[in-house]
Every structure is written in C-alpha cells, then in structure tokens.
C-alpha cells in the first residue's frame, strides 16, 4: 500500500504530508497516517514545530464521505484532531485549495493557520444535511466568536483566504510556495517563543445576545424543511452554553442524529448523484472533445437571449442570428436590461457589462456562421421552421460544429435528418429563464456522435450548468414527468380540491410553488393554444376543455395578464385564491355531471407524486434517461424538487415502491390507464422487493 501520509523534517521543522488524491479526504488510512506521523514528527528531535498540509491539488477537504454509513473505522477524527492539539510541539496548518469540513476541523486542532492566497476554507457539512463533527462547531466559535462562526457553520459557504484572514481563522496569507512559507512562519513562531494555543482552553465570545434567536428566524424560510441549519445552531449555542468537552459531546449527539436522517442521506445522495450525473454511461473517459471557442445561438426570443447571455458570462464569444433588424434590437435591449439589472445590484461592474455586451455580435446572415463550432437553435417551436434554419446550418457551417436545437417538444431526430450531418445534431434544453435555471438537459439523437455528447456535457459545466444527457421523446425527462403531474392535479380539482389546497401540498412538501402557481408563471396561454391547434385539426383527445383551458380561453393566462388560476395584485407575484375561478370550476363540475368531493391531502401527495414516479419508471425503462439518478438531478435543478429528498427516484425508495407500486394500481382501476397504466419496471422492483437503487 501507498503511504497516504509522509513525514520529512524540513530546516528544524516537521513536515506532515497528506497525499491522498483526489482531495486528500480523511478516510481511515489518512487518520491513521495523521496520528503515525504526529508520533513520528513529535520523537523527532530535529523537528521544533510541525506544519500539517496536503499534496496536489488541495488540504483535506473533509472527512470521507464515501465511509459514511457504514462502521465507523478507528482512529476517529476527532481523537486525531484532539492528538494534534494537544501534541507537546506547536502545530501549524500551512493550507491550500479548500480545507473543507474535517480538513478544516484539523486544521482548528493546530496552533496556528497559514493559507495560500488563493485558498478558501469552511465548514460545509451542512449541505450534506450534516453538522461539523470533529469539533468545528466549538472550536471555530472559540477562534473567531460565535457571531462570526454561525454563519459559516449554518449555511456552509466556503471563506477566501483573505476574508479568513481578517475574522482571525487564518493568521497568515501567504503566496508561491505555500510549504516554504509556513515553515518559515513556524520557526519564527519557535524563535520567538509563541506559546501553544489549544482552542479547547478559549472562552467564546458572543456579542449578541439574542443571535440564535435572530439567525434561526432569518433562516427559516429560506432552510424550510432542512434539518440541518438548526442543528447547528443548536451545536453553536452549545458551545457558548457548556464547558468544551461537554460542547463535544453535545455535537457528538446531533451529528449521529443527523447522520442517521433522511435529510442528510438523501443530501448525500445529491452531491454524488451531481457528480456522477456527468458520466454519461457507454461513454468513455478519453473520448476526445471538440474545441468550442465561438458560438452561435439562432433567434435571440426569451430563450435565445438567456443562452446567449450564459456564454457571454463564460467568455465565450456568441454571434446572435435574427431575420428582422427590429426582432435583433429588442433581443439585444433585453439582454441589456437583464445585466444593467445585475449591476444595479452591485453583483456586475459596468465593465463587466460592457465587456459581455461586446461578446454578443448580432448579425442578420447566416453566411457570418462558417467559423462558429456550435450552434443553438431557439427559434419559434414548429418544425417546418427549425427544419429551415438546419439546413441553413447545414449549408453555411464548418464540417465539426455541432448544431443544437432548444427544442422543448419536437423531434431532434427528425431535424437532424434534415442535415447531410446527423452526428453533429443534438438537443440543448435550457431551461427559462435560461440565464438563471441551472438544468440543461442534453439530448441525445439516434446518431449523435459519441463526442459530440461528450462535448456538449463538459460545456455545460464550463458555462455554470448541470447537464444531464436524455434520450428523444416527447417532453424529454422533466417536462414528461411535469405533464403527468399537471393532469392529475388539473383533475383532482375537477374531483372537488380547490387549487390552493393542491398547491398547498405540494409547496409543504418542499417544492418552490404548487403546479398552479407553477403554470400561471409559466402562461396557461401557452399549452391552451397547442390544444386549439390539436382542436382544430379535430384531435378526438383535445376536444373537451379543461377548467384551466376554459380560464385560458377567457384571457386569463396568468401573471402576465394579473390573472390564471389565481389572481394578482399589481407588483406582487403572490397568487391569491379568485371567487371567480372557484365559480368557474362549479359550474364546469355541474357541467360534466361531477358532484364534488371532499378530497386529502393524502390522496393529492399520493396522485401528484406517484404519478410521476410511475412516469420516470417507464423513462428508465425506455433508456431515455440512463439512471434513477439523471432522473433525480433533473427534477432537483429543472423543478427546484426539495434537496432533502434526494429527487422523485430516491424519495421512491424512501416511500417504498411496493407502496407505490400497489397504489398506481388501486388509481389505475379507479381512474384508467391514461395517466396510470403501471411502468413494467416499477411492477418488477415492487415484486422482487427492491428499490431504484437500492438493489
Ligand atoms: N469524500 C469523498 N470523496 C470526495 C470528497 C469527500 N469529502 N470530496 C470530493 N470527493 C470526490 C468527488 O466525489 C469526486 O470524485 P469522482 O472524481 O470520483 O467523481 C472527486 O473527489 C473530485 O471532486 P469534485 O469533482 O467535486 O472536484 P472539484 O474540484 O470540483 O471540487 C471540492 C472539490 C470543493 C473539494 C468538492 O469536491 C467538495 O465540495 N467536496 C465536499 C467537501 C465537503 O463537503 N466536506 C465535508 C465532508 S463532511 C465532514 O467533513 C464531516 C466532518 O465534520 C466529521
Ligand atoms: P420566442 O418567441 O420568445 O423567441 C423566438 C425567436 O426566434 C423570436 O425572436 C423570433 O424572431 C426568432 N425567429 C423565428 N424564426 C426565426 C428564424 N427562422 N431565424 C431566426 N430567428 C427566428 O420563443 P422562446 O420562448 O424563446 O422559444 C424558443 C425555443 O425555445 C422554442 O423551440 C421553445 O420550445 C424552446 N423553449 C422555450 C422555453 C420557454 O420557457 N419559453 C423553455 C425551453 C425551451
């Protein structure tokens, strides 16, 4: 086995290197390197003071949390941690990348802290639902007070360096070479006699009074159904309340809590669910990318101009392409007004604007398209029309560019047939406002290439995006998954719910809105034409209105006109219940005969949510999306689906999918097969006892 812990004496000093890669993370085989090198640099008669830091590319960032669950391994963190500070020779931190978690809480067992420049350092843990549990929550009060140390504890931002600096968590910045730099800091503390200064032995100091009170009240709406922000509020009050030892113990406690939670387990979930989400499975590793220095994005409508906004913020440049002058000139005001709006707010300089103002070349002619590498088509949705702009596209750009469509229904396969280059076409679904929305689903044709996937899922990292590759159908993985929800709930209300009781639910259960408030922000204008559309042509399925139609059909499409399924007063976006809506739905009930019921809120979770489990079965089985996991990071970037859950897949295994399973077939008798025909797969799971992940 590699040594994942060194020790080397350097000019009288003891040099203690963690060299475990990735991120040095502190698994069993780092503590017990800790504490062997601890022994070694304390025996070592050379050695006056030892400096504790990381190899490549960062200090310990944290414990390792692919040991989390299963049996804990001796030595534990925080007997390590409590090895260092209480070691009979000054200890000295010397930190680089991000001293994350544990890597942190190791380094408040030292002495004293130096940091590169570059570095950050913070107590994430609690968005892995958990809390510091190697001591951070008392000793970091102790170093910088507990005002300061709340904050950093409860919403677990990482801090720079120079911020670290000035609260007093690190005592020196240094820049180049790091090691070098904490050395010599540690022979100057030697020369001049610095004392040892164990956290454990500090008072803690709180200028507020009323800080716990205050902060849990700010936190509240924001953290809403996240146990571990109050948590930690309570492990910081314990350390300005109890003797330190007593503190440790308390953390202790509200750790294990946490760890045990279904919080913190579906939290886990999501950080490596985001990760591996990029690993798009008969993938390989080292398939080549393409080079994507130009871009183009086609039509600069609400979405053109948000996509053309998200490479202008990576730097990248973007010719933006529209038929008429005047459709060219409001894109580019819009986007105007949306950056002149982030610097108002003092998040962009002027330069700054200036700067990705001048990224975004407008043009009128395709022939300015020839060098570009990529292009985004966000046109008009009909076919006939993006078949057109493809094979401009295919005309105009160079052999190796990728040509990607926004399309949020059509088929990309049939619009990659329209080109002489099948494999360069895939789908790029962002999502509104395209700026903002952190999911892009990448769509993958029949014959995209291999690179051409592999290409497009990098970039979206590269421009602050999480991409998740899905296959052709219709609505792909979210909007396929929303639909199912939208009927059920649209009928429930029909049944005798009153569309605040179903919004209701569903927000408590930890989304952002209900799917009412939901497609009144989104405009009821907007589906309520397609149907018009598939009415016209005498569609047998659309012939009968919706109550939500009917609303549409009488201009009500929403926030934009003050009015959908709920009203709104000027300014405000809060959606309020409207007498007139709750006649409307009476008199459609009467209508179709329906005598109104009361109905649970047991029975909306169950038809809103199962429904749409059921539908992300049959999209796993379709191979549409690869894994449980795509699913789940789709809805939890694209649709705000509360983190604390893990996204509809895991939740599913949380609820059980026997559970689900049996009542999928109890709404299937008592409501058809149109929205409740069971997937095949959930049937084989439920059978066979199992989950989506858990085998
Ligand atoms: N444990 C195990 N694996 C980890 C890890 C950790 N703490 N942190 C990162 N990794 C893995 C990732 O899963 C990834 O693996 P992969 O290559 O197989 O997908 C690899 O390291 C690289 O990570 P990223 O892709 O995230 O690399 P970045 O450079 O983008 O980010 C980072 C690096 C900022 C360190 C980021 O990984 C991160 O935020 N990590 C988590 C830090 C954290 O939450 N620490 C607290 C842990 S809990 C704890 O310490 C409890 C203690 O109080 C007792
Ligand atoms: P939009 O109507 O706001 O913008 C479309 C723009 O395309 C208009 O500015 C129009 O002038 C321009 N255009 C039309 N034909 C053109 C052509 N032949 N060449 C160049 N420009 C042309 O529409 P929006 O909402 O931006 O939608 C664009 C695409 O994005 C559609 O495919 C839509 O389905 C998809 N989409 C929309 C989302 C939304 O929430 N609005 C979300 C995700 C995808």
Redesign the pocket.
């Given at each position: 086995m590699t040594q994942v812990v060194r020790y080397e004496c350097r000019d009288g000093i003891g040099v203690i290197t963690v060299d475990y890669p990735?991120?040095n993370?502190?698994g069993a085989a780092v503590r017990s390197g800790l504490l062997a090198a601890l022994e070694q640099g304390l025996q070592d008669a050379d050695a006056r003071a030892l400096v504790v830091t990381g190899d490549g590319?960062?200090f310990p960032?944290?414990?390792?949390?692919?040991e989390f669950g299963k049996p804990p391994v001796e030595p534990f963190?925080p007997d390590v941690i409590n090895a260092y500070e209480s070691a009979g020779k000054l200890t000295v931190a010397a930190i680089h990348?991000?001293a994350?978690?544990?890597?942190m809480?190791v380094a408040l067992g030292c002495d004293y802290r130096v940091a590169l420049d570059s570095a950050k350092v913070g107590?994430?843990?609690v968005?892995?639902g958990?809390?510091?549990?190697?001591g951070?929550t008392q000793r970091l009060p102790r170093l910088i007070g507990a005002d300061a140390a709340l904050p950093i504890i409860a919403e677990g931002n990482p801090v720079p360096a120079a911020k670290a600096k000035a609260l007093g968590l690190v005592d020196e910045v240094v820049s180049g070479d790091l090691v070098a730099g904490a050395v010599a800091f540690a022979r100057k503390l030697v020369e001049s006699n610095a004392p040892q200064r164990p956290l454990r032995e500090q008072a803690v100091k709180l200028d507020n009074p009323n800080l716990f009170a205050e902060y849990e009240k700010s936190i509240a709406r924001k953290q809403r159904g996240f146990l571990s922000p109050f948590r930690c509020i309570e492990a910081v009050r314990a350390a300005t309340e109890l003797p330190f030892d007593e503190g440790m113990k308390r953390e202790r406690a509200l750790?294990m809590e946490l760890m045990q939670s279904s919080e913190s387990r579906a939290q886990r979930h999501v950080?490596?669910a985001e990760?591996?989400v990029a690993k798009v499975p008969g993938i390989a590793k080292d398939t080549p990318r393409r080079d994507i220095n130009t871009v183009a994005v086609i039509g600069a409508g609400t979405m053109g101009g948000g996509i053309a906004m998200n490479f202008a913020n990576a730097g990248i440049p973007v010719r933006l392409l529209e038929v008429k002058q005047d459709a060219l000139d409001r894109g580019l005001a819009v986007i105007r007004r949306n950056y002149e709006n982030t610097a108002r707010k003092g998040r962009l300089t002027q330069d700054d604007v200036e700067k990705r103002m001048s990224l975004i070349q407008p043009t009128l002619s395709y022939d300015d398209l020839g060098s570009v590498d990529l292009v985004i088509e966000a046109v008009f949705e009909t076919m006939d029309i993006k078949k057109a702009v493809f094979k401009e596209l295919d005309r105009v750009c160079k052999p190796g560019a990728i040509l990607a469509t926004n399309t949020s229904t059509l088929d990309v396969n049939e619009i990659a047939a329209i080109t002489s280059r099948p494999q360069d076409v895939m789908g790029m679904h962002f999502f509104s406002p395209a700026n903002v929305m952190k999911l892009l689903e990448n769509v993958r044709g029949e014959k995209t290439a291999d690179d051409v996937v592999a290409t497009v899922m990098d970039l979206s990292k590269r421009i602050g995006k999480v991409g998740v590759c899905v296959g052709v159908c219709h609505g792909f993985v979210g909007n396929r998954m929303l639909h199912k929800r939208q009927h059920e709930a649209i009928a429930l209300v029909e049944e005798g719910a009153s569309p605040e009781q179903v919004d209701k639910v569903i927000y408590d259960f930890g989304l952002p809105m209900g799917p009412f408030a939901m497609s009144d922000l989104a405009g009821l204008d907007v589906g309520y034409r397609i149907r018009e559309e598939l009415r016209k042509a005498g569609d047998p399925e659309a012939q009968a209105l919706s109550w939500v139609d009917k609303l549409a059909a009488k201009g009500r499409y929403g926030q934009k006109t003050g009015a959908g399924v709920f009203r709104y007063e000027e300014g405000d976006r809060t959606p309020r219940p409207d007498p007139e809506v709750a006649e409307l739905i009476a008199e459609h009930r009467r209508e179709k005969g329906i005598t109104p019921r009361e109905v649970t809120d047991q029975e909306i979770l169950e038809r809103c949510l199962y429904v749409m489990v059921n539908e992300g079965a049959k999209i796993l089985e379709e191979g549409i999306a690869a894994r449980p996991l795509d699913v789940d990071v789709v809805w939890i970037y694209g649709y705000g689906f509360p983190v604390y859950r893990g996204g509809p897949m895991f939740w599913a295994d949380h609820v059980g999918v026997k559970t689900i399973y049996d009542k999928v077939v109890e709404f299937q008798k008592r409501l058809g097969d149109s929205n409740w025909k069971p997937a095949p797969l959930l049937k084989q799971l439920a059978e066979a006892g199992k989950g989506f992940y858990a085998g």
């Amino acid at each position: 086995m590699t040594q994942v812990v060194r020790y080397e004496c350097r000019d009288g000093i003891g040099v203690i290197t963690v060299d475990y890669p990735p991120v040095n993370a502190l698994g069993a085989a780092v503590r017990s390197g800790l504490l062997a090198a601890l022994e070694q640099g304390l025996q070592d008669a050379d050695a006056r003071a030892l400096v504790v830091t990381g190899d490549g590319r960062t200090f310990p960032a944290g414990a390792d949390i692919r040991e989390f669950g299963k049996p804990p391994v001796e030595p534990f963190l925080p007997d390590v941690i409590n090895a260092y500070e209480s070691a009979g020779k000054l200890t000295v931190a010397a930190i680089h990348g991000t001293a994350l978690g544990g890597g942190m809480e190791v380094a408040l067992g030292c002495d004293y802290r130096v940091a590169l420049d570059s570095a950050k350092v913070g107590l994430p843990e609690v968005k892995l639902g958990l809390l510091p549990g190697a001591g951070g929550t008392q000793r970091l009060p102790r170093l910088i007070g507990a005002d300061a140390a709340l904050p950093i504890i409860a919403e677990g931002n990482p801090v720079p360096a120079a911020k670290a600096k000035a609260l007093g968590l690190v005592d020196e910045v240094v820049s180049g070479d790091l090691v070098a730099g904490a050395v010599a800091f540690a022979r100057k503390l030697v020369e001049s006699n610095a004392p040892q200064r164990p956290l454990r032995e500090q008072a803690v100091k709180l200028d507020n009074p009323n800080l716990f009170a205050e902060y849990e009240k700010s936190i509240a709406r924001k953290q809403r159904g996240f146990l571990s922000p109050f948590r930690c509020i309570e492990a910081v009050r314990a350390a300005t309340e109890l003797p330190f030892d007593e503190g440790m113990k308390r953390e202790r406690a509200l750790f294990m809590e946490l760890m045990q939670s279904s919080e913190s387990r579906a939290q886990r979930h999501v950080f490596f669910a985001e990760r591996e989400v990029a690993k798009v499975p008969g993938i390989a590793k080292d398939t080549p990318r393409r080079d994507i220095n130009t871009v183009a994005v086609i039509g600069a409508g609400t979405m053109g101009g948000g996509i053309a906004m998200n490479f202008a913020n990576a730097g990248i440049p973007v010719r933006l392409l529209e038929v008429k002058q005047d459709a060219l000139d409001r894109g580019l005001a819009v986007i105007r007004r949306n950056y002149e709006n982030t610097a108002r707010k003092g998040r962009l300089t002027q330069d700054d604007v200036e700067k990705r103002m001048s990224l975004i070349q407008p043009t009128l002619s395709y022939d300015d398209l020839g060098s570009v590498d990529l292009v985004i088509e966000a046109v008009f949705e009909t076919m006939d029309i993006k078949k057109a702009v493809f094979k401009e596209l295919d005309r105009v750009c160079k052999p190796g560019a990728i040509l990607a469509t926004n399309t949020s229904t059509l088929d990309v396969n049939e619009i990659a047939a329209i080109t002489s280059r099948p494999q360069d076409v895939m789908g790029m679904h962002f999502f509104s406002p395209a700026n903002v929305m952190k999911l892009l689903e990448n769509v993958r044709g029949e014959k995209t290439a291999d690179d051409v996937v592999a290409t497009v899922m990098d970039l979206s990292k590269r421009i602050g995006k999480v991409g998740v590759c899905v296959g052709v159908c219709h609505g792909f993985v979210g909007n396929r998954m929303l639909h199912k929800r939208q009927h059920e709930a649209i009928a429930l209300v029909e049944e005798g719910a009153s569309p605040e009781q179903v919004d209701k639910v569903i927000y408590d259960f930890g989304l952002p809105m209900g799917p009412f408030a939901m497609s009144d922000l989104a405009g009821l204008d907007v589906g309520y034409r397609i149907r018009e559309e598939l009415r016209k042509a005498g569609d047998p399925e659309a012939q009968a209105l919706s109550w939500v139609d009917k609303l549409a059909a009488k201009g009500r499409y929403g926030q934009k006109t003050g009015a959908g399924v709920f009203r709104y007063e000027e300014g405000d976006r809060t959606p309020r219940p409207d007498p007139e809506v709750a006649e409307l739905i009476a008199e459609h009930r009467r209508e179709k005969g329906i005598t109104p019921r009361e109905v649970t809120d047991q029975e909306i979770l169950e038809r809103c949510l199962y429904v749409m489990v059921n539908e992300g079965a049959k999209i796993l089985e379709e191979g549409i999306a690869a894994r449980p996991l795509d699913v789940d990071v789709v809805w939890i970037y694209g649709y705000g689906f509360p983190v604390y859950r893990g996204g509809p897949m895991f939740w599913a295994d949380h609820v059980g999918v026997k559970t689900i399973y049996d009542k999928v077939v109890e709404f299937q008798k008592r409501l058809g097969d149109s929205n409740w025909k069971p997937a095949p797969l959930l049937k084989q799971l439920a059978e066979a006892g199992k989950g989506f992940y858990a085998g």
